[in-house]
């Protein structure tokens, strides 16, 4: 049996096993995985990608259990009629957890996962990497949002990364040039993949570093999955440990999470991907979800400035436009106001973790949808609004 590791959009890396020939990896970003191969690749990303483990530590934090749990929504969806069932049939559904009030309301797994299952976060880890930034910035060592990031990864002097702010990079709003394109093989997004296959350390700055500018900093959203990469190396040179060490310390020990997690690497025991590659189960990133609504207290303990994920969750203003982008966090679409105040990680192939701080919800939802983007039968919004409103 060959290994293949394979590089998805918008996060970095997964694999599946090949009984013949290592799979080419364009057929993952063209979305060409068998169902059962894209399963495989999301519960084993850990043996497939050089990681770093984040250690859980201390007694389980408990998820107690709802007296009324939630048997069954309906809604509409593009004008027709669905309910939980065609939820987690139709978008292929693994994991789906939810918390009202700190108490489960649901919790069901499909195609083969279980409690003990890692899956793999794709970009939501983006939103992990924000909220480490944040417990830099709590613990005084990164003094303020508007520092370059040359003055945490010296690797980057010299470059168009000069006079760019960690402020920008959350943002993504560098100025830097950059293109997203997943199925062009001359696009910097595949460039900084074929960097990272090589798994040697200091590659992804180094690719990163021959950028150029576009706009001056700030004034122009473009979307850059290197640039997560960016907020992790800043994260690790304000703490000097590794991003998945950071975690652990943290967040994963205080929290109470049931089974370590995996966070990919570039090359074994180098620095952390930031953009991608938390393998977690379903619990522990609902878990992750409460410490989000509870704006970043653990035990009476402030780990991230009050107001935070606020910030973090809201809209911004780039170049005097209202940006539908937080820092590495995505707010939820205007138009309902269930939604009002909520937003989310997203992460490629289906994968969300919903906070509404009004309705004191969280949402974990793990998926294994058949292309990267644009495979989603049902609108997860659409659902996410209906359980909000059962559950009130």
């Not at 043996?47 to 007296?67: D, I, M, S, T």
Request: with cysteine.
């Amino acid at each position: 049996m060959v290994w293949a590791t394979l590089i998805g959009t918008l996060g970095y890396c997964t694999g599946f096993p090949q009984s013949q020939q290592p799979a080419d990896i364009r057929r993952v970003l063209d979305g060409k995985m068998l169902p059962g191969e894209e399963v495989w690749a999301f519960e084993h990303s850990n043996a497939l990608y050089p990681v770093a483990q984040v250690k859980r530590g201390g007694a389980v934090r408990a998820l107690p259990a709802a007296v009324a749990p939630l048997q069954d929504v309906t809604f509409q969806s593009g004008g027709k009629q669905y309910d939980l069932f065609d939820y987690l049939a139709l978008n292929r559904v693994s994991g789906l957890l939810v918390l009202k009030d700190g108490k489960v309301a649901l919790e069901d797994y499909e195609l083969g996962a279980d409690p003990e299952t890692r899956w793999a976060s794709f970009s939501m880890a983006k939103s992990v990497t924000s909220t480490l930034i944040g417990a830099s910035l709590e613990e005084g060592l990164i003094a303020s949002l508007d520092d370059p990031v040359t003055r945490y990864i010296p690797a980057l002097r010299n470059s168009a990364y000069e006079g760019v702010s960690i402020r920008n990079v959350l943002q993504m709003a560098s100025g830097v040039a950059w293109n997203e394109t997943y199925t062009d093989p001359n696009s910097d997004c595949r460039k900084l993949t074929d960097a990272q296959l090589e798994h040697k350390a200091g590659d992804s700055l180094a690719y990163m570093k021959t950028l150029s500018r576009a706009s001056p900093p700030g004034t122009v959203w473009n979307y850059n999955s290197g640039e997560t990469n960016i907020a992790g190396a800043v994260v690790e040179g304000a703490m000097h440990m590794g991003l998945a060490a950071f975690l652990s310390q943290t967040l994963w020990s205080p929290l109470g999470m049931e089974r370590d997690a995996t966070w990919w690497t570039e090359s074994p025991g180098g620095m952390g991907i930031g953009g991608a590659g938390i393998g977690a189960t379903l619990r522990d990133y609902g878990r992750f979800g409460m410490f989000v609504l509870a704006d970043g207290v653990i035990d009476g303990r402030r780990i991230v400035p009050q107001g935070w994920f606020k910030q973090a969750g809201s809209a911004q203003q780039i170049g005097g436009k209202t940006v539908d982008y937080g820092y590495l966090w995505w707010p939820m679409p205007k138009g309902d106001p269930i939604h009002a105040g909520a937003f989310e990680a997203r992460g490629i192939f289906g994968q969300h973790l919903y906070i509404n701080p009004t309705e004191k919800l969280v949402i974990a939802v793990l998926s294994a949808r058949p292309k990267p983007t644009g495979s989603t039968v049902v609108d997860d919004a659409a659902f996410f609004a209906s359980v909000a409103r059962t559950l009130r």
